[in-house]
Nanobody, 116 residues
Framework: QVQLVESGGGLVQPGGSLRLSCAASGFTFSMHTMSWYRQAPGKERELVANITSGGGTTNYADSVKGRFTISRDNAKNTVYLQMNSLKPEDTAVYYC?????????WGKGTLVTVSS
C-alpha cells in the first residue's frame, strides 16, 4: 500500500534552517508529482511546493519563494524540502502528498516550530 513518511521536523530559531524528508513506498515514485503542504494551528492546509516526476519543474507558494527548495531523489524514493531563513509564521505541521488516479495520499506529517 502507499506509504509516505515525513521526517526532519523540530524546533529551530528564526533565521535557521531545516531539511524535511518524505520517504515513499508502495507505488512507482518516479512517475508522480510530489507535493509538500503545511497546516498551521487554526488555519487551513496550504500548498508549500511541488515537483514534477522527473524534477524538472517546481512550484512554490509566494510565502516561501526564495527561502525553500523542493527536490527529489528518485533512486531513493524520497522528496525533500530544504527550508532556510525560517520565520515564526512557518510554524506548522508539514505533510507530503502524492496523487494517483485522482486519489490523494498523505503522510502523517512532521512538526516544524520556529521560535526563539
Amino acid at each position: 500500500q502507499v506509504q509516505l513518511v515525513e521526517s526532519g521536523g523540530g524546533l529551530v530559531q528564526p533565521g535557521g534552517s531545516l531539511r524535511l524528508s518524505c520517504a515513499a513506498s508502495g507505488f512507482t515514485f518516479s512517475m508522480h508529482t510530489m507535493s509538500w503542504y503545511r497546516q498551521a494551528p487554526g488555519k487551513e492546509r496550504e500548498l508549500v511546493a511541488n515537483i514534477t516526476s522527473g524534477g524538472g519543474t517546481t512550484n512554490y507558494a509566494d510565502s516561501v519563494k526564495g527561502r525553500f527548495t523542493i527536490s527529489r531523489d528518485n533512486a531513493k524514493n524520497t522528496v525533500y524540502l530544504q527550508m532556510n531563513s525560517l520565520k515564526p509564521e512557518d510554524t506548522a505541521v508539514y505533510y507530503c502528498k502524492s496523487r494517483m488516479n485522482w486519489v490523494d495520499y498523505w503522510g502523517k506529517g512532521t512538526l516544524v516550530t520556529v521560535s526563539s
